[in-house]
């Protein structure tokens, strides 16, 4: 994998290849260049030059505001930027498994900060009860007609 420099990509306009872009990086810590084969005018594909400013941005917390303050307007393509906005949960949720060998999070009384953060991750869903049982709620009789 370090042999690896450069990676060309033909971008196809879907958030699949949006994604594959930061993965690349991390992955070979190589250069990615990026190429738009079909745009609506023909100075469109000039407007991908401003995504170097994300360099080094960390896709967590702020993702999105930053994002959008370095490129909205006319500095940028308002159609990569607007992919690049959910990029960020995107690749986090696409490297689960790579997650899953690092440790819990825990919140300050030991419950993992999962629970409850998304729909799958509900405490009255079947996901909680398998992997998390002392922490799942069960339906009452009420929620379940």
Known sequence: MSDIKKVVLAYSGGLDTSVI???????YNCEV?????SSPYRHCPEGGAELQTLKGLSM???WAKEVRNRLSGARACT?????????????????????L????RLNAEG????????????A????????????YIPLTPEENT
């Open 79 to 99: 159609h990569l930027m607007e992919i690049l906005i959910p990029m960020a949960t995107t690749a986090f949720q696409s490297l689960t498994m790579y997650r």
């Open 60 to 62: 967590g917390s702020g």
């Open 124 to 135: 009255q869903r079947e996901l909680v009860r398998s992997r998390y049982p002392q922490y």
């Open 111 to 122: 419950k993992p900060l999962k629970i409850d953060s998304c729909y799958a991750y509900g």
């Open 33 to 37: 260049v990026t190429f738009t084969a």
């Open 101 to 104: 060998g690092k440790p819990e």
């Open 21 to 27: 872009l930061k993965w690349l990086q991390v992955t």
